[in-house]
């Protein structure tokens, strides 16, 4: 079921801001987490509209990580190939990064393959392959295997030179930037990521930060940057049926913030 959506967040996002320029807030409790009418804020998220802060934030992973349907890392070329296929051609899907559409076929490890991207690296939380952070759909997207390996476990940021066959997307020693049509989809994934695991099912405790060159450490950066990002590129249809299909078909979660992508402020 696809989420009604009134998008009036930025206008209280902005009034917000405007009531408190002088001030110094604390961390995480910013603007009001009622901005966006979806049409599960009765059922799915009823525990957590009209929160802000941590109380959101702990409410949102509450219910994110309860009854979650697990699928194994080869389960996931199958799920991607319906979670991200093109709408405009049923045999194939369109990579992130890019924004090429290619064959469902062609995915594999060789030049013009897709394979499966971990939005949240891999390294960064040493989790790996394995069922949950890595094989979440959530942050697994399709991606052409040589831009996939430039981004390797790279953190976010802006600036850098065009990759090669990237749509757009920059790179330079110590970080990567999607092409602008893909920079909300992966700060939405990589908050997502920061939301469901929080230490509490034997992951590492997965938070961003405002560095670079995070290395293992279980943190992505930056912060501020993929802020930004979420709100110069809202949810997109592509990113809202992909939300339904993974809730509906796979895990049986959401990602809330491509519902309500005013709590990406209200939390940090």
Do not use: C
């Not at 194939?92 to 060789?110: E, H, P, Q, T």
């Not at 052409?144 to 330079?172: E, K, P």
């Amino acid at each position: 079921m696809f989420a009604t959506r009134m998008h009036r967040w930025k206008t209280v996002a902005l009034t917000t801001a405007a009531v408190l320029v002088g001030l110094t807030a604390p961390a995480l409790t910013a603007t009001p987490a009622s901005a966006t009418t979806t049409a599960y804020d009765s059922t799915y998220y009823k525990n957590a509209v009209g929160k802000t802060g941590t109380a959101l934030k702990s409410s949102l992973h509450t219910i994110i990580s309860t009854n979650v349907t697990k699928i194994s890392y080869a389960a996931v070329w199958n799920a991607l190939m319906a979670t991200d296929q093109d709408p405009n051609n049923s045999n194939n899907v369109i990579l992130l990064y890019s924004g090429v559409s290619r064959a469902k076929s062609l995915n594999g490890g060789d030049v013009g393959d897709w394979n499966r991207e971990h939005t949240w690296a891999k390294s960064h939380g040493d989790f790996g392959e394995v069922t949950g952070p890595g094989t979440d759909l959530h942050h697994l997207r399709p991606a052409d295997v040589q831009v996939n390996s430039i981004r390797g476990n790279l953190d976010f940021d802006n600036g850098g030179s065009a990759v090669t066959n990237g749509g757009g997307s920059t790179v330079d020693s110590d970080s990567f930037a999607p092409r602008a049509a893909d920079r909300g989809d992966v700060a939405r994934m990589i908050l997502y990521m920061a939301v469901r695991y929080e230490g509490d099912d034997g992951f590492a405790d997965l938070e961003p930060n405002e560095k670079v060159n995070n290395g293992s450490n279980p943190y992505m950066g930056k912060l501020s940057v993929l802020k930004a990002w979420s709100e110069a590129d809202p949810p997109s249809a592509f990113e809202e049926k992909r939300n339904d299909v993974i809730y509906s078909t796979y895990q049986h979660n959401r990602n809330p913030f491509i519902d309500h992508p005013e709590w990406v402020e209200a939390i940090w």
